[in-house]
């Protein structure tokens, strides 16, 4: 062999290594999350501790673009798991046959709605959509006290949401909107004039949280949708002026998911992540310093934050499934049709 196609080889080798160790020869498990920094380099550091030999490579980014990349990557994984995203995104993957099927130790902890009938994803975490505010400018008396608020004229320009499109956040709370119709009359014509409404109300959509959170704050608007736990970390971690009102007709509250790409190049590392990130003591971790609502029973509340314990939120009674099927179908109507109308 000569010396210019044994480099090739050897370079070849080096190229198809790459995605199973680092240079220093540490094994990679790459991750997928919209978590954000403050978890990730939180239970990247933890994690590596535990398990010196593993090298954990994040990506943070928006619950729908984990789904479009895990998608686009369907020939070559590139990413081992998947964590954090409603589960109507899950939903959607895991009938694409992008999951891996994988049984945790915990999972007879967790009623049916917060799992898959087939073990390919599970839930970790309530999400709890509600009305945000900035505190500077309203109080939990004066801001909107339910859904249908928002759209009354003293709110015109006053409502800053992050674009729903890239957000399975978004997506799946107006989602949620159309379903209070959908489900007694099996047509979204209702939902949509409700969204038409909002969208009047609506100045700017924002392209990612931190840009709605900064306008907030800014009172380029006083008021948004976000998610409950997400809220109380930005004023605890930012010292943001929000504050947030539980709508009193209730809201569709979803969970937050986990899930082993299927194919992932280390998979066996990424179920020691998984496992990791969801055992008992990260649970209570999340709970405590990141206000993430468990989803397992077994979690003892003596070790919950007491505001935790204690929350009462009525949820829409909602059929995942189908809203996870026709949610494609809804949000690609409101992008063409309702979206900057108003």
Same mark, same amino acid.
């Given at each position: 062999?000569?010396?210019?196609? +044994?480099?090739?080889?050897?370079?070849?080798?080096?190229?198809?290594?790459?995605?199973?160790?680092?240079?220093?020869?540490?094994?990679?498990?790459?991750? =997928?999350?919209?978590?954000?920094?403050?978890?990730?380099?939180?239970?990247?550091?933890?994690?590596?501790?535990?398990?010196?030999?593993?090298?954990?490579?994040?990506?943070?980014?928006?619950? #729908?673009?984990?789904?479009?990349?895990?998608?686009?990557?369907?020939?070559?994984?590139?990413?081992?798991?998947?964590?954090?995203?409603?589960?109507?995104?899950?939903? #959607?993957?895991?009938?694409?046959?992008?999951?891996?099927? =994988?049984?945790?130790?915990?999972?007879?902890?967790?009623?049916?709605?917060?799992?898959?009938?087939?073990?390919?994803?599970?839930?970790?975490?309530?999400?709890?959509?509600?009305?945000? /505010?900035?505190?500077? $400018?309203?109080?939990?008396?004066?801001?909107?006290?339910?859904?249908?608020?928002?759209?009354?004229? #003293?709110?015109?320009?006053?409502?800053?949401?992050?674009? @729903?499109?890239?957000?399975?956040?978004?997506?799946?709370?107006?989602? +949620?909107?159309?379903?209070?119709?959908?489900?007694?009359?099996?047509? @979204?014509? $209702? +939902?949509? *004039?409700?969204?038409?409404?909002?969208?009047?109300?609506?100045?700017?959509?924002?392209?990612?949280?931190?840009?709605? /959170?900064?306008?907030?704050?800014?009172?380029?608007?006083?008021?948004?949708?976000?998610?409950?736990? *997400?809220?109380?970390?930005?004023?605890?971690?930012?010292?943001?002026?929000?504050?947030?009102?539980?709508?009193?007709?209730?809201?569709?509250? /979803?969970?937050?998911?986990?899930?082993?790409?299927?194919?992932?190049?280390?998979? $066996?590392?990424?179920?020691?992540?998984?496992?990791?990130?969801?055992?008992?003591?990260?649970?209570?971790?999340?709970?405590?310093?990141?206000? %993430?609502?468990?989803? %397992?029973?077994?979690?003892?509340?003596?070790?919950? @934050?007491?505001?935790?314990?204690?929350?009462?939120?009525? @949820?829409?009674?909602? *059929?995942?499934?189908?809203?996870?099927?026709?949610?494609?179908?809804?949000?690609?109507?409101?992008?063409?049709?309702?979206?900057?109308?108003?």
């Amino acid at each position: 062999m000569s010396v210019a196609r +044994g480099g090739i080889l050897l370079i070849l080798i080096l190229m198809l290594s790459a995605g199973c160790s680092d240079n220093s020869g540490k094994r990679i498990v790459t991750v =997928y999350s919209p978590h954000g920094k403050e978890i990730l380099e939180v239970f990247e550091d933890r994690f590596e501790q535990a398990n010196p030999e593993i090298d954990v490579q994040w990506l943070d980014m928006g619950a #729908q673009d984990a789904l479009d990349r895990v998608r686009s990557e369907r020939a070559n994984p590139q990413g081992d798991i998947w964590w954090g995203a409603p589960a109507t995104n899950f939903i #959607q993957a895991a009938d694409e046959g992008l999951l891996q099927s =994988y049984q945790p130790s915990w999972s007879d902890q967790v009623i049916g709605d917060f799992k898959d009938a087939g073990n390919r994803w599970f839930g970790t975490a309530q999400l709890i959509p509600v009305i945000m /505010f900035n505190s500077q $400018e309203l109080t939990k008396e004066t801001a909107p006290q339910d859904w249908k608020d928002l759209l009354q004229p #003293q709110w015109k320009d006053k409502i800053v949401i992050r674009y @729903p499109l890239a957000s399975g956040t978004m997506r799946t709370t107006y989602s +949620g909107m159309i379903w209070r119709y959908y489900k007694d009359s099996e047509s @979204p014509d $209702e +939902g949509y *004039d409700w969204l038409r409404k909002l969208d009047s109300n609506t100045k700017e959509y924002a392209i990612n949280p931190t840009m709605m /959170f900064q306008k907030v704050a800014r009172k380029e608007g006083v008021v948004s949708v976000w998610l409950m736990s *997400d809220i109380m970390l930005q004023v605890d971690t930012y010292t943001y002026p929000f504050g947030y009102v539980v709508p009193t007709s209730g809201a569709p509250i /979803f969970t937050d998911c986990i899930a082993l790409i299927a194919n992932g190049k280390n998979s $066996e590392d990424a179920k020691a992540f998984y496992e990791f990130v969801t055992n008992i003591e990260s649970t209570v971790l999340q709970a405590k310093d990141h206000y %993430r609502i468990p989803t %397992r029973l077994d979690i003892p509340k003596e070790q919950l @934050p007491s505001w935790m314990a204690e929350l009462e939120v009525s @949820p829409f009674d909602i *059929d995942w499934k189908i809203l996870s099927e026709k949610s494609g179908e809804w949000m690609k109507y409101w992008d063409e049709n309702i979206r900057d109308n108003g």
